[in-house]
Every structure is written in C-alpha cells, then in structure tokens.
C-alpha cells in the first residue's frame, strides 16, 4: 500500500510539473508546443503498442489501446459514447472514414491541469491526440485523428477519426 | 444510473447549459421560458452546465467523481532544484 501511495505521489507532483512547464512552452513556442507534444505522443504510442495484437476492427483496437494503457500504468481512462439518436457507436464520413465518440473520465493531464488552474486543450491534451494516432497506426495502419469536441472539468468528449 | 435536475425556481432561462452541452442534454421550453433537462442518457458527466449556470440550478447525482491532483510538499521541494 505504502508503495502504491508513493508511486500516486510521485505521478501526481510529475504531472503537475509537467503541466507547469507546458503552460509555460506554450506562449514562447506558440504552435510549435503542439507539434511537439503531438510528436512525442505519437512515438509513446508506437513504442507501447508494438506488440499490440493487429485488427482491422474499431472496437477491437480501441480495447487493445486501452489494454496498452493499463499495462503502462497510464491514468488515461476513456469509454466509446453512442448518443441516443445514434445507432451504432461508429458511424462513417461520406469520405469513408469511420469515427467514434470517446469519454475521458480520468485524465492524468486533466486532474493536474485544473490543480493549478491551467487551460485546457493545450498542448499536453496534444500529446493524447498523438498517443491515440501512433498507436492505432500500429494497430490498425491507419492514420488516425482524435479531435477534442469538448473539454469539460468532469470529462472530456472527443471524436476518434480513423482514415480510410 | 446518473441524475440531471434542473431546479425549475433557480432557472432564468438564459440558455448557457444550452450552448455548453456537447452532448444536447437541454432543451429550451419556450412556455415557461426556462431550459429543461430532455435526454439525461446523453449525459457525460463533464459538470460544464453545472459551472457555467449562473444560478447554480444544475445538480447531478450518481456520476464518477474526477478529483484533481493534489499538492505534496515533500515531493514538491525535492522538485525545487531543477526549477
């Protein structure tokens, strides 16, 4: 238990720093903050999932990405959202595209973001766009997009876009 | 099963919850002028129409708790060094 609690201390103080120091990059980089938070989730995302089980099926990678997760010790939980006017949880673009809503409830970023009252949607949230993108790439092979649609203080909706 | 009430004497119609929901929780009743809560099901539990209501008429029951990261000292003045 006492290692537990130590290793939660340490995650936290580390996310906070990191919060910190992204709220500080982001004036003095602008953009750039992004790309390179984008980049290194991506790389995250691939090293993680390189022994990941291959499919072609959404849901299927989706599981496997959170299984990626879990195993890490990443404080990233996320659940598929089907509003109730919708059928199905994928729905596909005229373009060919499939998508799916995703909920985040835990989010290491957010819970050491509001700690200290910085904004979301910054670059570290980037990071999580990227995370998702090397990852799912590795999965599926597909290029894959994870667009913030709402950032709340409870959690988070986002739209997964994976290209054809 | 998560809970969504609007407290109906608190409401003064000003639509905020309306424009904040990202999952189209609300509906404006044009009768008695006031929002109302219409499809609790779509409901993620992010709490924005909570904070964002001026009146405070949102409350919600039953939904995960997020607590945000808090602060240890001890940890906090190792990390002094590099900052």
Same mark, same amino acid.
Request: charged share 20%; with cysteine.
């Given at each position: ?164 | ?9 608190? #409401?003064?119609? *000003?639509?905020? =919850?309306?424009?904040? %929901? @990202? ?9 008695? +002028? ?8 779509? #409901?993620?539990? *992010?709490?924005? =129409?909570?904070?964002? %209501? @001026? ?9 995960? +708790? ?18």
């Amino acid at each position: 238990m006492d290692e537990i609690l130590k290793k939660r201390r340490t995650l936290q103080e580390t996310m906070n720093f990191m919060a910190a120091l992204s709220a500080g990059i982001e004036p003095i980089l602008g953009r750039g903050a992004n790309s390179m938070t984008m980049s290194a989730g991506r790389n995250l995302g691939r090293k993680f999932s390189a022994g990941a089980k291959p499919t072609q099926d959404l849901m299927e990678a989706i599981d496997e990405v959170r299984n990626i997760l879990v195993a890490n010790n990443c404080l990233w939980g996320f659940e598929p959202f089907k509003p109730q006017q919708q059928n199905d949880f994928i729905t596909s673009t005229p373009e060919g595209d499939q998508q799916l809503l995703l909920v985040f409830r835990d989010c290491m970023i957010r819970q050491a973001l509001l700690r200290f009252g910085h904004l979301q949607q910054g670059s570290l949230c980037n990071m999580m766009y990227g995370f998702f993108a090397g990852a799912l790439e590795s999965i599926m092979g597909r290029k894959t997009t994870l667009e913030i649609k709402h950032a709340g203080e409870n959690s988070c909706l986002k739209l997964l876009t994976v290209k054809k | 099963m998560l809970e969504m009430t609007i407290h109906e004497n608190s #409401c003064r119609g *000003c639509q905020l =919850c309306l424009d904040v %929901c @990202p999952t189209d929780c609300f509906v404006f009743d044009e009768q008695t +002028q006031k929002a109302r809560v219409a499809v609790v099901e779509n #409901c993620i539990a *992010c709490l924005s =129409c909570a904070y964002i %209501c @001026p009146s405070m008429a949102i409350r919600h029951k039953d939904y995960h +708790q997020v607590k945000n990261f808090y602060r240890n000292i001890e940890f906090s003045s190792r990390m002094e060094k590099f900052l």
